[in-house]
């Protein structure tokens, strides 16, 4: 990522409060000049518009970039800045002068998505690595930058919108494509025999070598990685473009829908642009599973609520990371969701409130909400205001409004900001979640670090997400413990890193198998784990069998004869033994035993060790015989990993961001601090304050000064700015 500066050409620095404005085909212009006063009025310093090709240059060589003129400079009239939205919406002359230019899937089929609308950036859109195709979309971005850069009061420029990783459509099987893939491969290997041995099919000539069309096999992580490299270098392109023509070079952002939990996708984008942004619908496309609900029942609100809190936090850390410090929360629920005929219920202002606590605890450095006022295009009509269709404010409106211009009068506080407190980190890893789709188990790693991080954050344990790049980097060396949800494929190199980790000091947390296949999909028959691993754990594989799940339900995919159920174990248990005694660690997919080396047996099954501490140069590894990571998505009271992680966590000293029964996430920079008080349960919470000595508490909302103890009232958040002289004395954990 660039060094930016963090002035806008005005001199100010801001927190960026956007809304979404317009896309074509969108409202008439004339009403939506109207609406611009209303939206400052309410706090918000930008709109975000979203423009598209298609309509721009309606034939080769002809801009008309009128009505984004118009836009951009009646906002600067009104006081607003505009952070602009590029979609590269193939216009039909383009389609027509460049033929081949569409994509080619894996069955050979062009996929013509031949839609004008600005409305979802192509998706897939043409082959990017088309030479005429890029170099007509290269001319129009260029032109683009050119001609709107000259507006002094545009925030940023968006590249793309929500990049997220299709392989259907990324992985583009086109003859330019080919072309490309062997070369790559050829820098990589060299020789078709150093080719044919990492493959382990003969490789006789670089015209005969193309991608496996099987989305399997030792060939197909070359493929993948390929594909995912050239929608990265398809980002940069984009960015570079926009960048250099802009002539104040102003940053470039990119977004995804959701983060990849347990993948490196984001960290890939954030690599190839400025900003890196998280789009946020909580109430309907991201409620998080509620453990222990009966099929066919829909949860009441006290049941989605706690989820809600945690599974906030969890979106916002991933992309919190994966920005590098830089997140930004670039599409924000903030009136009713829905699809199609769906229409769900508005956010209530106390949702809006918790939903924007969360994600300003997480770090993020500009929120821009979707939209101004209800959508006009069919697909999402009548959904997703601030506003309502007349521009009349709702008591939602006003509570957005009140939020915003607290933290905006506190913007120092904010934009500089990191999470304090962290001091352990999840690995998430590409090479496991392609060998997880590759062997249909695609989302259990999702599942794992859903279940592992709910834990830790009922515990009042920060969590980061680590991903190989920061292991190489020596960045690993900052954290205490090192948790592997779901580890089924682990590199020889990455293994080599987590040992060398632990043997200089630090605590690694394993479940069962980390790394029973190489990053190719190979058995590690060995030990049954990544290479070097087994010395650092202590034990090697004794043998795995499945298991139910707690609820009754099984992963037994594609295997349904009851002869198959018979190999299965019963919902089970780990028996916890020495310091672990009294502790029943819920099972999950499968039950792994170990033959110990030189480790300690801390959980029983059968007999057997099934779970390992292990003493290793200064630092510690444990092996858990089993996933109670996916255990605890399908419980919600089982305590066993909770009571395990007690242990693991006091022993690596791992600090407790608590205040008394309240979770407490701090936001921390010179400028000062924010406390975030969070009451995850459905009972109003009284604690007494414990500040640093010196210093005093205000409520960010409302400005009052807090006497010595605060309320928080149930499923809700207190954000308590801490001034005085001690405030800013303490300084924030680099870790982000
Ligand atoms: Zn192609």
Known sequence: MRKMKREHLDGTVPFVFAAQFYREPGLPIAELKRDMRKIKDLGLNTIKIQEAWSYDEPAEGRYDFAKMDDLAGEAERVGLKVFFTVCLEVPAWAWKKYPGSEIINQEGRRLYSRNGYGYTDGKPGPCW??????????????AFARRLGRHRNIVMWQAYQELNWWHTSLECYCPVCFNLYRKWLK???????????????????????EPTRQRSGPSFSDWWRFCREQAGAMLKWRADALRSNDPHHRPVSVNVSGPHLGQEWEWMLADNADICGVSFYPGYFHVAPVPGLAKGRIPGRAELLPNDMWHTCLWFDS?????????????FQAGAPGGAFHHGSDPAPEDMRRWLLLALSAGVKGISFWNHRPEFFGGEGHRYGIFGN?????????EIGAIVKAVTRRGALFEPGRLADVEAAILVNDDNARLLDMHSAAGMEVKAIQGLYRTLWRMGVNADFIAPADMASGKIGGYKVIFLPFQMAISGANAELLAEYVRGGGVLVAEACPGRYS???MA?????FAPGLAAALGCRDGGIRMCIEQDGTHYNKGYEPATWHDAFIAPAHLKGVGEFKGIALPASFYVETFKVTTGAPIFMHGG????????????????????PSVAMMHSAKDAGLERALEIIIKRAKIRRARLGKLLLRRLVSDAGQVWFAINPSGKPVTQKLALPR????????GGMKVPDRITVDAFSVEALVIGGRAAASESAEEHA
Do not use: Q
Not at 608 to 627: D, P, S
């Open 129 to 142: 690595n088309h030479p005429g195709i890029r170099k007509a979309a290269g001319r129009f971005l260029a």
């Open 187 to 209: 820098r990589r290997y060299g020789t078709l025999e150093r080719l044919s041995a990492a493959w382990m099919i003969p490789c006789r000539a670089w015209d005969e070598v």
């Open 319 to 331: 992309i919190r990371v994966a920005a590098r410090g830089k997140p930004w929360a670039s599409e």
């Open 390 to 398: 007349d521009m009349a404010p709702s008591p939602k409106t006003r």
């Open 519 to 521: 990053e190719r999909g």
């Open 524 to 528: 590690n028959l060995g030990t049954g």
């Open 608 to 627: 057997m060790a099934a779970g390992v501490r292990n003493a290793y140069g200064r630092g510690t590894a444990y092996v858990l015989g089993t996933f």
């Open 694 to 701: 010196g210093a005093e508490a205000w409520n960010l909302l």
